[in-house]
């Protein structure tokens, strides 16, 4: 029997891309400012490229402007570095983001520094991360907020919930507990090295699964009523996508679930042209 209501992040994110378009063309017609974003992609790794060439069609969508950096995957870690430092001088350009991973002789974390905190559209420089830790207004990660924004969609309650997070990488697991924190939640996270995990999972009111692996959470693993947030894709054999838990058995067990693919993932690129726009208004401050 199916029980869970689909959260679908297509129409959550179809919904905020409409006001962000309606506050694009005010911004550009009181202001005169159109909101910029530049994406930097390195290299050639195909599912980077099908990213980067999402958001900027999803920039063209709602009135902005966006441009696209390629670089060589042989470029030099300096020469990446300067391209960085220009456009943080420049006014036109409101949000920089840097497409991850980088190849193996670029530092990540220096390049992720380098962007300009303001302009740090993707939440990850550190300053933008210790203030999202003290609870300062901020860049938020688009991923994380992403998902916060869709669990409020559904006017679900997360003061005082349990929230179980498994995964803990620096763009998603880490990040989206803290919001949760933030949100007044008591939050777990689970991880490679955890040890009974189903103990603990079975007792989150709200499961985040952030892992990259197909089928990973079933029914076993679902406490009755839960809200189930899947960040996995994963490509079948048969080419098909996938979260990282068994849909079907969310269905029965869950309040509500969020399907993959049309869950998260529309989310994530919706708060990135959020933040792209909040960067643009935050330049007159
Ligand atoms: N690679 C996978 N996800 C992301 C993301 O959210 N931002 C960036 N910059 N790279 C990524």
Redesign the pocket.
């Known amino acids: 029997m199916v029980k869970a209501e689909i959260i679908s992040g297509k129409e959550v994110a179809a919904e905020k891309r409409a006001s962000l378009k309606e506050e694009v063309r005010v911004l550009q017609e009181t202001e005169g400012i159109i909101p910029g974003l530049t994406v930097i992609l390195v290299g050639d790794h195909p599912a980077?490229r099908s990213?980067v060439t999402a958001k900027h069609k999803a920039c063209a969508e709602i009135g902005m402007h966006s441009e696209i950096i390629e670089l060589e995957e042989s470029v030099s870690e300096a020469a990446l570095l300067a391209e960085i430092s220009r456009l943080n001088e420049d006014d036109t350009v409101h949000g920089i983001?840097?497409?991850?991973?980088l190849p193996g002789h670029i530092d990540e974390q220096k390049v992720i520094t380098a962007i300009s905190p303001e302009k740090d559209v993707?939440g990850?420089h550190p300053i933008n991360i210790g203030k999202m830790m003290t609870n300062q207004e901020t860049l938020l990660?688009?991923?994380p907020f992403g998902i916060v924004e869709m669990v409020k969609s559904k006017g679900i309650d997360i003061k005082g919930k349990h929230v179980v997070v498994i995964g803990r990488s620096n763009?998603v697991g880490k990040p989206v507990g803290q919001l949760f924190l933030n949100e007044d939640a008591t939050v777990t996270y689970c991880h490679s090295r955890t040890v009974n995990m189903q103990q603990l999972t079975l007792q989150a009111d709200i499961l985040i699964v952030a892992v990259g692996r197909a089928n990973f959470i079933s029914a076993e693993y679902i406490k009755e009523g839960a809200v189930i947030i899947d960040v996995g894709v994963n490509r079948l054999p048969s080419g098909k996508l996938c979260g990282d838990v068994v849909f079907e058995d969310a269905l029965q067990k869950a309040s509500y679930v969020t399907p993959v693919p049309g869950g998260v993932g529309p989310m994530?690129i919706t708060m990135l042209l959020h933040n792209t726009v909040q960067a643009a208004k935050n330049v007159r401050k």
């Open positions: 980077s990213y983001l840097v497409q991850l991973p993707d990850f990660p688009c991923t763009i994530t």
